[in-house]
């Protein structure tokens, strides 16, 4: 089975930090995707990694940027966090074939105060 | 361009019933694949189905199933019988796959089953 594992459930922190969320998966899969999902908005893609060190804005990249140094990680990093970036984010992965579902984590849901 | 209505935001049934959970679905690709997710109050998604455009048997498995019509770019799944253990909100979603398999995603229905 496919594992993905997203670094924290929960996380609390305050407007201007630089925050972290890690995701990592175990099925050597090329495309990496981080999502973030509010109240009905659903899920709303913010960057996207086909690849080692290669990376691709999503629908709503501002203010968040992503650093994928290894195949099996991928990082959402929020430069400056901000209160309207609280939300539920979410990780997912996806081997490189055309009929594959994205295989996702079990989410952050990340406060900002 | 590529899109999922999911017109249905919250349904509300007494457990027993049966219950179709509406998706709707645009894109000029020919080649495509749609998608239904589930995630319960613990958050995670997680894949129920996967159709693919040349496909358009129905599936059923177990209390789910799914009709696909491309004639009205309509991929909906009903619960028979629906149990407590339905509550969550299920997603639609349809695949890019020449686009990096990016999957566009619905808003999402949640369903709320009541003993």
């Known amino acids: 089975d496919v594992k993905v594992t997203q670094s924290s459930r929960y996380l609390v922190k305050r407007t201007g930090e630089k925050v972290f969320l890690e995701c990592v998966q175990d099925m050597d899969h090329e495309n990496m995707f981080w999502y973030r999902q509010d109240p009905g908005l659903g899920l709303r893609l913010i960057y996207f990694s086909y690849d080692v060190k290669m990376k691709e804005k999503g629908d709503i990249p501002e203010g968040y940027s992503v650093s994928r140094e290894k195949k099996e990680r991928f990082s959402l990093i929020l430069e400056s966090a901000s209160t309207n970036q609280t939300s539920m984010y979410l990780c997912?992965?996806?081997?490189?074939?055309?009929?594959?579902?994205?295989?996702f984590g079990d989410g952050t849901r990340l406060s900002i105060l | 361009a590529q899109k999922v209505t999911q017109a249905q935001t919250e349904i509300s049934v007494v457990e027993k019933e049966d219950v179709t959970l509406d998706c709707v679905y645009e894109?000029?690709?020919?080649?495509?694949?749609l998608f239904w997710y589930k995630q319960p109050p613990s958050g995670e998604l997680v894949f129920l189905i996967r159709?693919?455009?040349?496909?358009?048997q129905n599936e059923i498995s177990g209390r789910y199933s799914w009709n696909f019509q491309k004639s009205t770019s309509s991929f909906n799944f009903t619960i028979t019988a629906s149990q407590v253990v339905d509550s969550a909100v299920y997603f639609c979603?349809?695949?890019?796959?020449?686009?990096?398999?990016?999957?566009?995603f619905g808003s999402g229905t949640k369903l709320n089953v009541k003993p």
């Open positions: 894109t000029r690709d020919t080649t495509y694949y």
């Open positions: 979603a349809l695949s890019a796959p020449y686009n990096f398999n990016k999957f566009y």
């Open positions: 159709r693919n455009s040349f496909d358009e």
């Open positions: 997912a992965s996806i081997d490189r074939g055309n009929d594959q579902p994205q295989h």
